[in-house]
């Protein structure tokens, strides 16, 4: 185990909803990233947080959003859902290089 | 931004053989090399890593080895076991964002 876990575990919105996920990191980890991971497909950088500011966005629309707090767990913010937004959604805490994966939160858009 | 190419997409070997898989990068300031082993339905593991300024690395049956003047980066597994069938990851980036190659579907029969 990584000590990043993710919660929920799955999740089921319809289009046009709003969806908070959680990452809480790994103990000592003060940068957290988000990917999303489309089935059959690698993980695509959405952003990353470190010490509570946005460090890095990939190609995402700004409907994804996100926070960090002081204790370094974060919040996946994704609004006006999409068919599309339909993924495994993980987060991966960092240190020293590394960069450890939670187990994922699987969102279905229906 | 980053692309990392990923060949071959499928690889099937028989226990005991050798599997290679080979990721080619394009921005030459990325600096990390991570490799990830992900089983269905589960998250992705770090199996090894590397960084720019070493050529190669090994850890018992995995090595990875880097070519920063050609930018490609190669897994090697030797002896494979039936439980090494799953897909594998290459990524490459810096301050830990990583652009995750499209992975390798490995099977090793025995």
């Known amino acids: 185990e990584t000590g990043v876990t993710q919660s929920p575990t799955h999740l089921i919105k319809t289009r046009g909803q709003q969806v908070t996920l959680r990452c809480s990191s790994q103990s000592g980890h003060n940068t957290v990233s988000w990917y999303q991971q489309a089935l059959g497909q690698g993980p695509q950088f959405i952003f990353q947080y470190y010490r509570e500011e946005e460090n890095g966005r990939g190609n995402f629309p700004p409907r994804f959003s996100g926070l960090q707090f002081p204790n370094y767990s974060s919040e996946l913010n994704v609004n006006a859902l999409e068919l599309d937004d339909s993924a495994l959604y993980l987060c991966?805490?960092?240190?020293?290089?590394?960069?450890?994966f939670g187990q994922g939160t699987r969102l279905t858009v229906v | 931004g980053e692309n990392v190419e990923q060949h071959p997409s499928t690889l099937s070997v028989q226990e005991g053989d050798s599997a290679v898989i080979k990721c080619t990068y394009s921005d030459s300031a990325s600096n990390y090399f991570p490799w990830y082993k992900q089983e269905l339905g589960k998250r992705p593991q770090l199996i090894i890593d590397i960084r720019s300024n070493v050529g190669e690395k090994k850890d018992q049956r995995i090595a990875v080895t880097l070519n920063k003047t050609a930018k490609h980066f190669s897994l090697h597994i030797t002896e494979t076991q039936p439980e090494d069938s799953a897909v594998y990851f290459c990524a490459a980036g810096s301050n830990y964002k990583l652009t995750f190659g499209k992975g390798t579907l490995l099977t090793v029969n025995p």
């Open positions: 991966a805490s960092s240190s020293r290089g590394e960069a450890f």
